[in-house]
């Protein structure tokens, strides 16, 4: 009896690794949506990326973290910062959902920050719901 | 002893389970994006009211700053004044200072505020100093006032 015990706890052991390895997640892509300007020392815009879940699978987006480039020499590298995802969201599988990011200029930037084009990159982690 | 067995091995089943499925799951995600930070424009200073000069006296100026930009701004600082030639009457006869580091309120965005200076006369102004205008040259730092 006990010999038929742990062979049936060794199958079921073995059968989700098995359906995983059939049903990958696929990565998701983040992209802008429109544009973000008018970003001034002390003040905020908002960033709306959209996040497309490519998979056949629901997703539930946990963390989405963006890190700022520094377009210029004379504009200190924290100048620009943009805040992590605040609540998490689900996407349906096959779909996308819009993800307003805050963004915030230090109101120490110098005038060297004044009219520029901050290149932004997006890195984010996803989980089944 | 058969019955206990069972049991363990069961729970076994389910935590290894669990575990498998929850790392297959997860995935990851990129993409690169931008935002852009806005220009600024200077504002500018004119004269409201500020009168009754004469050698040695000292008044109250006012004057008006504007805020050309889409966002709110605040004058940190307002250096002294000098006033320019005019005919007879000779360059810094007359003098303005700030009256302190509270410049407030803040200028609203596409706004404007009057701030009020100390213009001074000199003592030994000259007889051409009568009944004259006097042009005096400000400059003032303005920063965001955003937040």
């Known amino acids: ?129 | 002893m058969r019955k206990r067995t069972a049991v363990i091995a069961a729970v076994a089943v389910v935590a290894v389970g669990g575990g498998v499925a929850y790392a297959a799951w997860s995935s990851i995600g990129s993409g690169s994006g931008t935002v852009t930070s806005t220009t600024s424009a200077d504002s500018v200073i004119t004269p409201v009211s500020g009168a009754g000069l004469y050698p040695g006296a000292t008044v109250d100026v006012v004057v008006s700053f504007d805020n050309p930009n889409s966002y709110p701004v605040k004058v940190t600082s307002i250096a002294n004044g000098s006033s320019n030639v005019n005919g007879g009457c000779a360059a810094g006869t007359v003098t303005t200072t700030s009256t302190g580091t509270d410049f407030t309120p803040v200028i609203a965005a596409g706004g404007h505020q009057q701030y009020t200076l100390k213009a001074k006369m000199n003592a030994d102004a000259a007889e051409a100093c009568k009944s004259i205008t006097f042009t005096v040259p400000l400059n003032a730092q303005l920063v965001s006032a955003a937040s």
């Open chain 1, 1 to 129: 009896m006990r010999r038929v015990l742990i062979a049936l706890a060794g199958l079921l052991v073995l059968a989700p690794m098995s359906s995983a390895a059939e049903s990958p997640a696929k990565a998701f892509t983040i992209a802008d949506v429109g544009t973000a300007t008018g970003l001034v020392p002390g003040g905020t815009v908002i960033r709306k990326v959209r996040v497309t879940n490519p998979g056949n699978q629901d997703i539930l987006l946990t963390r989405l973290d963006t890190s700022v480039g520094r377009p210029s020499p004379n504009c200190p590298a924290n100048a620009v910062t943009v805040a992590p995802l605040a609540t998490q969201i689900v996407i349906a599988r096959n779909n996308y959902a819009d993800v307003p990011l805050t963004v915030r200029m230090a109101a120490s930037a110098p005038d060297g920050c004044r009219n520029l084009t901050f290149p932004l990159t997006y890195s984010g982690t996803a989980i089944k719901p």
